[in-house]
């Protein structure tokens, strides 16, 4: 398989020509996106979100790609552009070699390939519309199935997400969440996609209809031969369900690599954190604990975004390149890649015996949960360094 990382660039690496043979299905090259905001007075100064800055990625065939980071880095902005609702202002998405455009992919033919699902169902069910009717809407707008063909293929599509063909008589308040979830999928799935977005997915669903949907998204995977572009904040639905990971920090890639790879390791400080705050798993190293708030996408620190709560910045004696550069995308072992200047030694954590140490403070501990959310404070390990990691 070719390496990922051909031709890597400042902010990621350049996808490959549209008249070079590829077997990827989408191809995001230096993506950006800017908001602008303020007063509506010509007179006043307007602040600017960078929401995206700079992303690239690539997504085989039958491939699934995860996207993590905390709230506000800009995942559901490259979602956006990537389902053709927002334009990029620079940069370039390319859907089997064409351009994507603000209407989705340029060729005809080629729109309804890439579907999106989101984590609120409501969002694309019309609640005065009966299911079987919601599902018929793109299939009729984009072919030409009528009549008991139509009907046929809504049952289908139906049963392929696990509901009876009479759910198409019913409105989707008398479904449950996890049902009105598959009825998405269904709808997600009726003009055979090649990619489907999933932001979100299953963040709304219980814990038990979670399983289920992430289970049905892989049979769905397997049989329908779809990729995935995957949204998550929860760190065990992305190791479930993604072959490759991207972490996200402030609208910039902080690392990208095959999942297994990624979780076994991390070659930036930031994922680091990421995973010990997700994971009750003991290690022979102290717990590594993300403090303090996300930076404005407004005004971005200088240099690497992330030095302001980097434990390995701290750790190095706060080197001033974190602060005057920006470290680009570098593959640090085959096809992974680590937007930090000192990958290699983030890629080596201090031992527990190296920093021999006391318990872990009630404030570290919540400061662990706050990185992905409640229930996750037992990530830190019952043995604190004696030099804190935080910051
Ligand atoms: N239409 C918009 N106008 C102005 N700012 C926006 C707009 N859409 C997104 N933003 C800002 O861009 C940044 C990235 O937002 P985005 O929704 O992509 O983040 P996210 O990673 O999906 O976050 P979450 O995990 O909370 O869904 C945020 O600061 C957000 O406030
Ligand atoms: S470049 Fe410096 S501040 Fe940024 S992640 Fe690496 S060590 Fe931390
Ligand atoms: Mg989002």
């Given at each position: 398989m070719k390496s990922r990382f051909a031709g890597l660039r400042e902010n990621g690496w350049s996808a490959p020509p549209p008249d070079q043979p590829s077997d990827d299905l989408l191809a995001v090259r230096d993506i950006f996106k800017y908001f602008s905001f303020g007063p509506s007075v010509p007179w006043a100064k307007k602040r600017t979100i960078r929401a995206v800055d700079g992303v690239s990625f690539r997504i085989a065939q039958q491939e699934t790609l995860g996207l993590v980071g905390e709230s506000g880095c800009g995942k559901t902005t490259t979602a956006r552009m990537i389902l053709g609702l927002l334009a990029p202002d620079a940069g370039?998405?390319?859907?089997l070699g064409s351009e994507i455009g603000r209407r989705g992919p340029a060729k005809r033919r080629d729109r309804g390939r890439i579907q999106a699902v989101f984590q609120d169902p409501w969002s694309s069910l019309d609640p005065r519309m009966r299911v079987g009717d919601a599902i018929a809407e793109p299939l009729v707008v984009n072919t030409r199935l009528r009549g008991q063909q139509l009907r046929d293929r809504i049952a289908g599509l139906l049963d392929a997400v696990g509901l009876g063909p009479g759910a198409a008589r019913n409105y989707p308040h008398e479904f449950s969440g996890g049902q009105r979830q598959r009825i998405a999928i269904a709808r997600a799935?009726?003009?055979?996609?090649?990619?489907?977005?999933?932001?979100?997915?299953?963040?709304?669903?219980?814990?038990?209809?979670?399983?289920?949907?992430?289970?049905l998204l892989k049979d769905l995977q397997q049989e329908m031969r779809l990729s995935y572009l995957l949204i998550a904040h929860d760190l065990a639905t992305v190791r479930y369900l993604t072959d490759s990971v991207g972490v996200m920090y402030l609208g910039k890639l902080a690392e990208l690599a095959p999942t297994t790879d990624l979780f076994a390791r991390p070659a930036h400080p930031y994922t680091l954190a990421l995973i010990d705050a997700a994971s009750a798993e003991v290690r022979d190293r102290p717990p590594i604990v993300l403090s303090g708030d996300i930076p404005s996408p407004a005004?971005?620190?200088?240099?690497c975004r992330f030095h302001t709560r980097c434990w390995l910045y701290e750790q190095l004696g706060r080197p001033k390149i974190c602060r005057t550069e920006q470290p680009p995308m570098t593959e640090v072992l085959p096809n992974h890649a680590s937007a930090c200047h000192f990958a290699s030694d983030a890629m080596h954590p201090p031992t527990r015996a190296a920093v021999a140490g006391t318990s872990p403070s009630a404030a570290t501990r919540a400061a662990a949960a706050s990185v992905v959310g409640?229930?996750?404070?037992?990530?830190?390990?019952?043995?604190?360094?004696?030099?804190?990691l935080r910051i």
């Amino acid at each position: 398989m070719k390496s990922r990382f051909a031709g890597l660039r400042e902010n990621g690496w350049s996808a490959p020509p549209p008249d070079q043979p590829s077997d990827d299905l989408l191809a995001v090259r230096d993506i950006f996106k800017y908001f602008s905001f303020g007063p509506s007075v010509p007179w006043a100064k307007k602040r600017t979100i960078r929401a995206v800055d700079g992303v690239s990625f690539r997504i085989a065939q039958q491939e699934t790609l995860g996207l993590v980071g905390e709230s506000g880095c800009g995942k559901t902005t490259t979602a956006r552009m990537i389902l053709g609702l927002l334009a990029p202002d620079a940069g370039e998405i390319r859907f089997l070699g064409s351009e994507i455009g603000r209407r989705g992919p340029a060729k005809r033919r080629d729109r309804g390939r890439i579907q999106a699902v989101f984590q609120d169902p409501w969002s694309s069910l019309d609640p005065r519309m009966r299911v079987g009717d919601a599902i018929a809407e793109p299939l009729v707008v984009n072919t030409r199935l009528r009549g008991q063909q139509l009907r046929d293929r809504i049952a289908g599509l139906l049963d392929a997400v696990g509901l009876g063909p009479g759910a198409a008589r019913n409105y989707p308040h008398e479904f449950s969440g996890g049902q009105r979830q598959r009825i998405a999928i269904a709808r997600a799935l009726s003009l055979n996609p090649d990619l489907i977005v999933l932001d979100e997915p299953v963040s709304a669903l219980d814990v038990s209809i979670r399983a289920q949907i992430m289970n049905l998204l892989k049979d769905l995977q397997q049989e329908m031969r779809l990729s995935y572009l995957l949204i998550a904040h929860d760190l065990a639905t992305v190791r479930y369900l993604t072959d490759s990971v991207g972490v996200m920090y402030l609208g910039k890639l902080a690392e990208l690599a095959p999942t297994t790879d990624l979780f076994a390791r991390p070659a930036h400080p930031y994922t680091l954190a990421l995973i010990d705050a997700a994971s009750a798993e003991v290690r022979d190293r102290p717990p590594i604990v993300l403090s303090g708030d996300i930076p404005s996408p407004a005004d971005p620190p200088s240099g690497c975004r992330f030095h302001t709560r980097c434990w390995l910045y701290e750790q190095l004696g706060r080197p001033k390149i974190c602060r005057t550069e920006q470290p680009p995308m570098t593959e640090v072992l085959p096809n992974h890649a680590s937007a930090c200047h000192f990958a290699s030694d983030a890629m080596h954590p201090p031992t527990r015996a190296a920093v021999a140490g006391t318990s872990p403070s009630a404030a570290t501990r919540a400061a662990a949960a706050s990185v992905v959310g409640p229930g996750t404070a037992g990530a830190v390990m019952p043995v604190a360094p004696s030099r804190p990691l935080r910051i």
